[in-house]
């Protein structure tokens, strides 16, 4: 395994000119739940009459290094990451170069699982950008001007980069600081689910959407929404899709971009998950509690869409445009 330091490990609070571009969390489908991304408790709003959304929602910084002239304009460009602690000397060992990031903030639970988890895999280097604070709903949002960034870390410890601004903001500065661009972005695990209208609120998507725009293929991942998610569960769907997804990759070929989304229930009730299903997206919810799934429910009609998948105890796997 290989194990990244933090994305500016010798520069910190540096200030990354970004123009703003991207949709926004404001524009929502009539028929769509009035909740933002179901990604953290601190969502504002609900996305269906019949369910919930709450959305789940640090950086010490180091000393910049000093210009060579006294005159000199402070360094804004992001550091070449070859001189990132734990990387150098080690490329020939790498086969698969993940970019992870989130909308619940650079210390979730969900986050912090996922990274440890693909850490864990050989052959794999991991680096990490996500918000420092929850950022929920905002879809592809990105912010105008300068963005601080700042050392931080994951909940478990892992080096992380934590930049202000939206989630898509997170995933441009973390591929801009990386010396070649990395072969996968991740973006989760989110808390809550982001099936049917809410895809196109989540913020969880709308970062692997702007990866997939600079050319990156991306995976947005979220995991049921219950008073203790089941972050186990989702890892095991996530990592069984990335080592797929590495086995099918050619070394002389990158992958094409894409936007591939995966919901994984929480099997709170009893069960557990039945597999991964590829289903649609849902238009609308139809009346259905996106929130609730019943993994020990008994076998009948495959479902047709996410919301009915995840219900029925299923995860499911979606392909998005961008």
């Not at 769509?32 to 009459?49: K, L, V």
């Not at 939206?166 to 808390?191: C, K, M, R, Y």
Request: glycine content about 10%; charged content about 20%; overall charge negative.
């Amino acid at each position: 395994m290989l194990r990244s330091r933090a994305l500016v490990g010798l520069h910190l609070a540096v200030a990354i000119p970004l123009a703003g571009c991207g949709g926004s969390s404001s524009d929502e489908d009539p028929d769509a739940p009035t909740a933002a991304d179901a990604d953290s408790s601190t969502d504002e709003a609900t996305p269906t009459p019949s369910s919930a959304t709450p959305d789940s929602a640090d950086s010490d910084s180091a000393d910049s290094d000093s210009a060579d002239s006294d005159s000199a304009a402070p360094d804004t460009d992001p550091p070449d990451s070859t001189t990132m602690p734990g990387t150098a000397g080690e490329a020939n060992e790498t086969d698969l170069v993940v970019l992870v990031s989130n909308d619940d903030g650079v210390a979730a639970e969900g986050l912090d699982a996922l990274v440890v988890a693909l850490d864990g895999l050989d052959g794999v280097e991991v680096h990490v950008s996500a918000p420092p604070e929850n950022q929920s709903g905002t879809s592809d949002r990105t912010t105008e001007g300068d963005l601080a960034t700042a050392e931080s870390e994951t909940l478990s410890g892992f080096p992380a980069l934590a930049t202000e601004g939206f989630p898509a903001d997170s995933v441009t500065v973390g591929l801009a600081s990386l010396a070649t661009p990395p072969d996968l972005v991740i973006t989760g695990l989110n808390e809550g689910q982001n099936v049917g209208p809410l895809v196109e609120l989540s913020g969880t998507v709308g970062a692997a959407r702007t990866a997939a725009r600079a050319g990156i293929p991306a995976l947005a991942t979220s995991q049921g929404l219950a008073a203790e998610p089941d972050y186990e569960a989702g890892v095991d769907v996530v990592l069984d899709w990335v080592e797929e997804f590495r086995s099918n990759r050619s070394a002389d070929m990158p992958a094409e971009p894409s936007v591939t989304n995966i919901n994984v229930p929480s099997c709170v009730s009893g069960g557990e998950v039945k597999g991964l299903l590829e289903v649609a997206v849902a238009t609308d919810a139809a009346g259905r509690d996106a929130f609730t799934s019943d993994c020990s429910a008994a076998p009948g009609p495959p479902p047709t869409d996410d919301i009915g998948g995840v219900i029925s105890g299923w995860a499911t796997v979606s392909e998005l445009e961008f």
